[in-house]
């Protein structure tokens, strides 16, 4: 079967007309994704090449071959620079537009053959496509439709790079290097097709996936200081006792509520309240290890659980945010109790942890708040000072 060249990037500059439109008009419903305005670009921008290719002429230097070119080397930059806009990563902008002056130059400045040009715009875009796809592929959200993409780029750029070793490159001899060659120009307009169909599918699947990932997370993440909220901590606090059970490992649970916070709300606002949460918040993730989980649980109280953990480990953590909480708040003078719960047998649940730390934090109210108590079933701790932290004295049960 013989495929008309010309038929075939005219195709080939319909899809990627169609494509742009519609990652444009994707992008002006949810503009939280900007890539895909410049994805848009690059769609456009490919047409636009092809469409200066075919107004070229069979001349092997022409004007408008040579900046059709440009304008596609120009297309495959911006490919690079919206994934790493996707990702919400910095764009190299001199790299993504060095490819332009290095083609322009070879094709102008210099009196280089066809072969060389052939050779510098194939290495041209196996370079972005090499560096795009592994951009994609190394997204931070690990979204299974960009790496499908990094997938389809990779080959895309392996499809160009074997033009450096077919026809008139640098292996211009062997029966299987002329019938490449002599179908080379269909194949281009095939492989863009190709490549704008695949391509685009996998953009406007990427941008879903991302959008549904954040969705997720939304659902799982106090808004206002940027912790777990109670159903993400009920759901990953189980995984991680569950973890320490199976290692033979204690594991803490920890309560903590702001003292005196509804008259902070009171004399200071809400806007200043918030900013306490947030300060509060902001301590306890920094003192607490990476394996720990905090959330807050609902108003000015808190929870965490930190696995691996044995009672005098938990007792000085909760004491260290207590401390640095109330020597380090910026905005008003704030304290905060905590109630320390230390799992006691294997079939104890993450209610039950969390019920005792709840009524050590309670105890800790009732004895004048700002201070540190261990919950009952919990190894006491001497304490380092006496108001603040409290081991349990049975006469207090």
Excluded at 241 to 251: F, G, H, Y
Excluded at 260 to 285: C, Q, R, W, Y
Excluded at 301 to 321: M, S, Y
């Amino acid at each position: 079967m013989i495929l008309d060249p010309a038929t075939l990037i005219v195709v080939a500059v319909i899809m990627s007309l169609v494509i742009a439109a519609l990652l444009f008009f994707s992008w002006l419903q949810d503009r939280r994704v900007d890539a895909l305005r410049w994805w848009s670009a690059t769609c456009l921008l490919a047409a636009i090449a092809a469409i200066m290719f075919l107004l070229g002429g069979t001349e092997t230097r022409s004007m408008g071959r040579e900046v059709g070119n440009a304008v596609f080397v120009l297309s495959y930059g911006l490919s690079y620079a919206a994934a790493r806009r996707f990702n919400e990563r910095s764009v190299p902008w001199v790299g993504v537009l060095a490819g332009v002056p290095i083609w322009l130059a070879t094709a102008w400045a210099f009196d280089v053959g066809f072969v060389e040009r052939v050779v510098v715009i194939s290495l041209l875009v196996v370079a972005y496509g090499w560096v795009t796809a592994r951009e994609l592929w190394n997204g931070p959200d690990r979204l299974i439709s960009e790496r499908a993409a990094a997938v389809i780029t990779a080959l895309n750029a392996i499809y160009f790079a074997s033009r450096i070793f077919t026809g008139p490159g640098l292996l211009p001899t062997g029966e299987w290097v002329t019938v490449f060659d002599s179908a080379w120009v269909s194949m281009v307009g095939l492989v863009m097709l190709l490549y704008m169909m695949t391509f685009g599918f996998m953009i406007m699947s990427m941008s879903k996936e991302k959008t549904d990932l954040e969705h997720r997370r939304a659902a799982l993440i106090d808004p206002l200081t940027g912790v777990a909220n109670r159903r993400a901590f009920m759901i990953q606090a189980d995984k991680l006792l569950a973890e320490s059970r199976q290692a033979s490992q204690p594991a803490a649970v920890m309560m903590f509520d702001l003292d005196h916070f509804k008259s902070v709300n009171d004399t200071h606002g809400h806007l200043v309240g918030d900013g306490v949460l947030t300060e509060f918040a902001t301590i306890a993730v920094t003192r607490l290890p990476r394996r720990a989980m905090l959330c807050r649980m609902g108003g000015e109280e808190f929870a965490a659980i930190v696995p691996g953990t044995d009672h005098l480990t938990a007792l000085d953590l909760a004491e260290l945010i207590r401390g640095d909480l109330a020597s380090e708040t910026r905005l008003v003078p704030t304290t905060v109790s905590a109630g320390v719960a230390i799992s006691t047998s294997s079939d104890e649940s993450l209610d039950q942890l969390l019920s005792r730390a709840d009524d050590a934090l309670y105890r800790a109210k009732k004895a004048g708040r700002n201070r540190v108590v261990a919950s009952n079933g919990s190894a006491e701790r001497p304490a380092a000072s006496a108001a603040a932290v409290v081991g349990l004295d049975p006469a207090l049960a």
